[in-house]
């Protein structure tokens, strides 16, 4: 099924180019939407896993250079957020069923729906990195490198899965449904204040994310549920393991953004040092949404990511 958005008023860069294409599979009893952009003769696919809340057309821009540098993209829609299945009646509350599932749906669309000669590359962000670094720990051959913008491998503020934690949820089981403290549905004031935005401080990016959601209600997304956080933390635990981080051998770049007040750095540092193959790049300034910053930590990023590819088709 394809599935046709309203266009927003933003600059071009940022806006679907010609080869730009939205379909959709059934995975699990759940739709999921994901977007292509294939060129002639490329030197690879690009899987881009998107965060929290985001969709496909967040990252036109990023498509855009990696077309540019001779690769396909691929770009996901989880489930709950985007054009793909929500949980309930009120579209605005992101739950979970769990990140376990979330990698059977990268999977099955990269085996069934794509289904071209493996292994690829990967470029995840926030929540998508905590996912994609599962997949890699499921399925070691698949990728053959892997760039993540400031992974999700601890949530700021919030402890690890303790047994603390296991209570306080298990006692919260009734109101797995509800928002946690402070959420609420979605709204553009979330994003309104470029001077103190955690996310970024590029005003033309970061109006990106709420330029496609006014425009079309349909990506929407709230903010999350305590489901969402009860499985969140069950996958920051696994990951957080030696063990874990140790059996993943794909080359990686962590990018860590210095001003990141969404995940936890301290996590992302503690799993580049069990990485095998990890390369830790610090972005002096940059808010949580690398990619969407401004051109100068952007560009070292992508230099990076670039680079990492480049070396690994």
Same mark, same amino acid.
């Not at 860590?256 to 095998?276: G, S």
């Given at each position: 099924?394809?599935?046709?958005?309203?266009?927003? +008023?933003?600059?071009?860069?940022?806006?679907?180019?010609?080869?730009?294409?939205?379909?959709?599979? !059934? =995975?699990?009893?759940?739709?999921?939407?994901?977007?292509?952009?294939?060129?002639?003769?490329?030197?690879?696919?690009?899987?881009?896993?998107? $965060?929290?809340?985001?969709?496909?057309? %967040?990252?036109?821009?990023?498509?855009?250079?990696?077309?540019?540098?001779?690769?396909?993209?691929?770009?996901?829609?989880?489930?709950?957020? $985007?054009?793909?299945?929500?949980?309930?009646?009120?579209?605005?509350?992101?739950?979970?069923? *769990?990140?376990?599932?979330?990698?059977?749906?990268?999977? +099955?669309?990269?085996?069934?729906?794509?289904?071209? &000669? /493996?292994?690829?590359?990967?470029?995840?962000?926030?929540?998508?990195?905590?996912?994609?670094?599962?997949?890699?720990?499921?399925?070691?051959?698949?990728?053959?490198?892997? =760039?993540?913008?400031?992974?999700?491998?601890?949530?700021?503020?919030?402890?690890?899965?303790? %047994?603390?934690?296991?209570?306080?949820?298990?006692?919260?089981?009734?109101?797995?449904?509800?928002?946690?403290?402070?959420?609420?549905?979605?709204?553009?004031?979330?994003?309104?204040?470029?001077?103190?935005?955690?996310?970024?401080?590029?005003?033309?990016?970061?109006?990106?994310?709420?330029?496609?959601?006014?425009?079309? &209600?349909?990506?929407?997304? $709230?903010?999350?549920?305590?489901?969402?956080?009860?499985?969140?933390?069950? =996958?920051?635990?696994?990951?957080?393991?030696? %063990?874990? /981080?140790?059996?993943?051998?794909?080359?990686?770049?962590?990018?860590?953004?210095?001003?990141?007040?969404?995940?936890?750095?301290?996590?992302?540092? !503690?799993?580049?040092?069990? /990485?095998?193959?990890?390369?830790?790049?610090?972005?002096?300034? =940059? $808010?949580?949404?690398?990619?969407?910053?401004?051109?100068?930590?952007?560009?070292?990023?992508?230099?990076? +990511?670039? %680079?990492?590819? *480049?070396?690994?088709?």
């Amino acid at each position: 099924m394809s599935y046709m958005l309203t266009l927003p +008023t933003i600059e071009q860069r940022f806006l679907p180019p010609k080869n730009w294409r939205v379909d959709s599979f !059934h =995975s699990q009893h759940r739709e999921i939407f994901y977007r292509t952009a294939f060129i002639d003769a490329p030197k690879d696919i690009v899987y881009i896993l998107p $965060g929290l809340s985001e969709f496909g057309e %967040k990252y036109i821009e990023t498509t855009r250079d990696l077309n540019a540098k001779g690769f396909d993209v691929v770009v996901i829609d989880w489930a709950y957020q $985007g054009l793909s299945h929500r949980y309930s009646s009120n579209r605005h509350k992101r739950s979970s069923d *769990g990140i376990t599932l979330d990698v059977m749906d990268l999977h +099955t669309l990269i085996t069934s729906q794509i289904n071209a &000669p /493996l292994p690829h590359l990967m470029l995840a962000h926030s929540m998508g990195g905590n996912i994609g670094l599962r997949y890699l720990e499921k399925y070691p051959a698949r990728f053959k490198a892997a =760039s993540f913008s400031a992974p999700m491998l601890g949530i700021a503020g919030i402890c690890t899965f303790t %047994k603390l934690t296991r209570l306080l949820l298990k006692l919260l089981t009734p109101f797995k449904n509800s928002y946690v403290p402070g959420g609420h549905d979605w709204s553009a004031l979330d994003r309104h204040d470029i001077l103190n935005n955690v996310f970024s401080h590029d005003k033309l990016r970061c109006e990106v994310h709420n330029a496609w959601m006014a425009a079309n &209600p349909d990506l929407q997304v $709230g903010n999350a549920t305590y489901r969402w956080l009860d499985h969140s933390l069950r =996958s920051i635990s696994f990951l957080a393991k030696q %063990k874990t /981080l140790r059996s993943i051998h794909t080359p990686l770049v962590l990018g860590l953004a210095e001003k990141d007040t969404v995940v936890d750095n301290k996590a992302i540092i !503690h799993a580049a040092a069990f /990485l095998p193959n990890a390369h830790l790049e610090f972005l002096n300034g =940059s $808010g949580h949404e690398i990619l969407m910053e401004g051109d100068e930590i952007r560009d070292r990023f992508m230099d990076e +990511t670039l %680079k990492l590819f *480049g070396n690994n088709l």
